[in-house]
């Protein structure tokens, strides 16, 4: 009879796990997106799939004092370490989702002491009071009929991996930002030197300027001009000495080291010498950090709509509770103190206040948040990627229209100075060529700072600096 019991028992237990075809939880399937393939804007027709950014960084960046920066901010960046702590809280989050199929265990002793009322039901059989000694343990499993822990495992691990991606992306942004920032600097101190070498001619011209005016051929307006365009550049200088300063220390901070100057070599022997290959726009989807984090953002939301949904199902738990229980302590580890529970328990909720319809609602509302913001995600990489694969291009076409300006420029100020010390020109004329000179030069520095970093942004854009 305790045999046909027993099986009955199993029987009506297992009958839950029959239905588990019918209502098993959804898996995800990357929703179609038909602008996957037209994101970058550009003439540039591309069916390879090779992109520069599945090139490391080390390969990329050839200047030794820039490499090793970069080294040193992916080693002591504090937002780099703050990433890392997340993926340690995020992996805690994963462990414990692996073991949801798992029954949970737990043990307790007590010593229960109760005094006796002699008119209460049990005060009548016991004198007194009651001293009962127990040792028990409880194990209870959910079976995961709907799905549920599945789910809830899947969304942990998209959790966890959604979080090494946002890991990633620092990496990348950081691996920009300093190669931007040593660019910066080194365009900074060219112009400086530019600055430094205007500021001696300036002096000179200024000493020509005074005997020009002791022989009678100009007046003391040609003097007054000459020394304001001396001090604008003097001034000039100063201001390139402040943005130098305040860039070393943006720099610092990258590399998580207190402010101080940086070792650094020039503007001219920086080359990135690598075919622009963007590749299929479909590549996104496998190495910008910050699209792949939102897939698994919208991988983890999914599965939690499936843990929403499965909560309308009843919940089928196997519960059991044995150890040791006896009146006497001398007695309480004798075998006729053993006892045993066995509970098998399947509840549908019925009513609870909306509680679960609420939770489901919110979980698609969820769902559907970053399904829009992962193709607003993807969206925006397409766009950077064309923003800055133009920007390159246009910066490139204008370095040469650049340089025959300067060249124009310091042509048009030598013959200028000439016909001046000579009684052949206003010296209003040389004041304007030789101002016009000094702009046209810095913004060749400009221009090469410009195209460099295009180049890193386009790099960045297309997903590289994370491997």
Request: a neutral charge.
């Amino acid at each position: 009879m305790k045999i046909f019991q027993s099986y009955r028992f199993l029987l009506i237990s297992a009958l839950p796990l029959l239905l588990v075809s019918c209502f098993a939880a959804k898996n995800y399937e990357r929703p179609e997106m038909e602008e996957v393939n037209e994101l970058y804007r550009t003439d540039r027709t591309s069916t390879d799939t090779v992109s520069m950014a599945n090139v490391s960084w080390r390969d990329l960046f050839i200047d030794p004092d820039l490499t090793g920066y970069i080294e040193e901010g992916l080693q002591n960046n504090l937002d780099i370490r703050i990433a890392i702590q997340q993926i340690n809280a995020a992996e805690a989050y994963l462990k414990q989702g692996k073991v949801g199929y798992f029954p949970s265990l737990e043990t307790s002793v007590g010593l229960t002491h109760q005094e006796l009322s002699r008119n209460s039901q049990f005060g009548s059989f016991f004198s007194g009071a009651i001293q009962q000694y127990q040792l028990t343990a409880n194990l209870s499993w959910e079976a995961d009929i709907w799905g549920k822990i599945r789910s809830n495992r899947r969304a942990t691990r998209a959790s966890y991996l959604r979080t090494v991606a946002a890991q990633q992306a620092v990496k990348t942004r950081l691996v920009s930002e300093i190669s931007i920032t040593y660019y910066q600097l080194l365009a900074l101190d060219q112009q400086y030197r530019i600055t430094e070498q205007t500021i001696e001619n300036r002096k000179r011209s200024l000493e020509t300027i005074e005997a020009l005016k002791d022989a009678g051929n100009v007046t003391q307006v040609a003097i007054d001009q000459t020394a304001a365009q001396l001090y604008n550049a003097q001034a000039l200088l100063i201001d390139l000495e402040k943005n130098i300063f305040r860039t070393e220390n943006a720099l610092a901070i990258l590399l998580g080291k207190p402010v101080q100057h940086f070792e650094r070599s020039s503007l001219q022997e920086q080359k990135i010498d690598i075919d622009l290959q963007i590749g299929l726009s479909t590549l996104l989807l496998r190495n910008r950090p910050d699209v792949i984090a939102a897939e698994y953002d919208l991988i983890n939301t999914f599965e939690l709509t499936n843990v929403a949904r499965s909560n309308f199902y009843p919940s089928f738990t196997i519960s059991a509770t044995g150890g040791f229980q006896s009146l006497e302590f001398d007695k309480w580890f004798n075998s006729a103190s053993l006892f045993a529970t066995l509970v098998g328990n399947l509840a549908q909720p019925i009513f609870n206040r909306r509680k679960i319809r609420t939770q489901y609602e919110v979980a698609e509302s969820q769902q559907q948040q970053s399904l829009l913001n992962f193709k607003k995600t993807l969206l925006t990489a397409g766009q950077e990627v064309s923003n800055a694969l133009f920007d390159f291009e246009a910066e490139r076409e204008k370095y040469e229209f650049r340089q025959k300006e300067v060249e124009a420029l310091r042509k048009a100020e030598s013959n200028s100075e000439i016909l001046l010390n000579n009684g052949f020109a206003n010296y209003l004329d040389l004041l304007t060529a030789r101002q016009a000179a000094l702009s046209a030069e810095l913004n060749v520095v400009n221009n090469k700072l410009n195209q460099l970093q295009a180049i890193v942004s386009l790099y960045r854009a297309l997903g590289g600096g994370w491997r």
